[in-house]
């Protein structure tokens, strides 16, 4: 006799501290070493679920896909770098998880809209306006907004609009 699965909601996965804990270690160990490579399928093992469970559960409990997710704390990672350091953008692309600097280059301009020269010229001249704000809070203020796919984004460029196309309802 097999078991019918009912369709898990957030309220469901709301109810469930085990599987959000479970969800926490992954996303922390992602935060840890966002600079790896975080297949879902490794994701998956560090959760102890299986892996459309786990990009299911995460997507509801993070609001974000997990691949989504691991990208904005790498340009977030790169964004600080550029702003605090003197490394060179190659080395910072490399030392925030990415084997390409023309990929590092093309993702930071779709998710940040400026290039990381730019906004490394942009964060060398407003650092001092932030004065004793926590870091935490102006790392918070400046996060890069992942709502819509990169690959969208593009999209959406190419056909010079900023938002998702309409759609008719029949």
Not at 119 to 125: L, M, N, Q
Request: charged share 25%; net charge positive.
């Amino acid at each position: 006799m097999t078991r019918r699965r009912e369709p898990v909601d957030a309220a469901s996965l709301a109810q469930d501290p085990a599987l959000l804990r479970r969800l926490l270690r992954a996303k922390d160990r992602m935060d840890a070493a966002s600079h790896e490579e975080w297949p879902v399928e490794r994701l998956a093992q560090v959760s102890g679920v299986s892996e459309a469970h786990f990009a299911r559960s995460f997507k509801q409990a993070f609001g974000t896909p997990p691949h989504r997710y691991l990208l904005t704390r790498r340009i977030e990672r790169a964004s600080a770098l550029l702003r605090e350091t003197e490394l060179s953008i190659t080395d910072i692309a490399f030392a925030t998880g990415w084997s390409s600097l023309g990929t590092f280059g093309r993702t930071f301009r779709d998710i940040t809209g400026g290039s990381p020269g730019e906004v490394r010229a942009r964060g060398k001249g407003g650092a001092r306006a932030f004065g004793p704000v926590p870091a935490c809070i102006v790392s918070a203020s400046q996060r890069p907004h992942l709502e819509t796919a990169v690959s969208e984004k593009r999209r959406q460029a190419a056909a010079g609009t900023n938002e998702a196309e309409p759609q008719e309802i029949p």
